[in-house]
């Protein structure tokens, strides 16, 4: 992403490992965004969307696919409407990213790595997720059946394993002022 203006509205699409916080950190980002920089936000959870707009889907490699493209073409609607979408999406194939990217555009579009190791998203597990996938009770676990794919060229990286939520989210604030979406409140 290296165009567009401050006052646009954007995608803040967070992939990572389950577990990896990236629910937690939109909800953080959320709340900054809005209270701070005066932004019209809307979070599309994975888990959430998938109540609704894509409860008809399974965890295959093409239903997760599917699940994104759905995501996708739902967080530029509203970025094109003056909102910042934050996405909060495991999305576990580059594939599905470069997609979303592309439906976006790379204008708007701003990939976030939201990194921790398996071992501590195992710890974290805080739907017990990754003890069923290793009991298997669960099948196409991302992470342990199921593969991720880990972004080669994210705009903005933060290690919840080195960081707390807070920090990660001042690093996110940060990143996207770097990147011309944000200006100091």
Known sequence: MKAGGPDEGFVV??????????????????????????????????????KGLSRDLGLSKEDREEHARRVSYVAKVLARNGVVAIVALISPYRRSRVEAEETVGADRFVEVYVRAPLSVCEMRDPKGL??????????????????YEEPTGPDLVVD??????E??????VSGL???GKLQKP
């Open 13 to 50: 699409w967070m992939t990572g490992l389950p577990a990896s916080g990236k629910s937690t950190l939109s909800k953080l980002l959320e709340k900054e965004l809005r209270e701070r920089h005066g932004r019209r936000v809307e979070v599309l959870d994975g888990d959430e969307v998938r």
């Open 130 to 147: 990754y003890a069923k996938a290793r009991r298997g009770e669960i099948t196409n676990m991302t992470g342990i059946q199921g593969p």
């Open 160 to 165: 919840t394993s080195e960081a707390a939520p």
């Open 167 to 172: 920090e990660c989210v001042e690093e996110l």
């Open 177 to 179: 002022r770097r990147l």
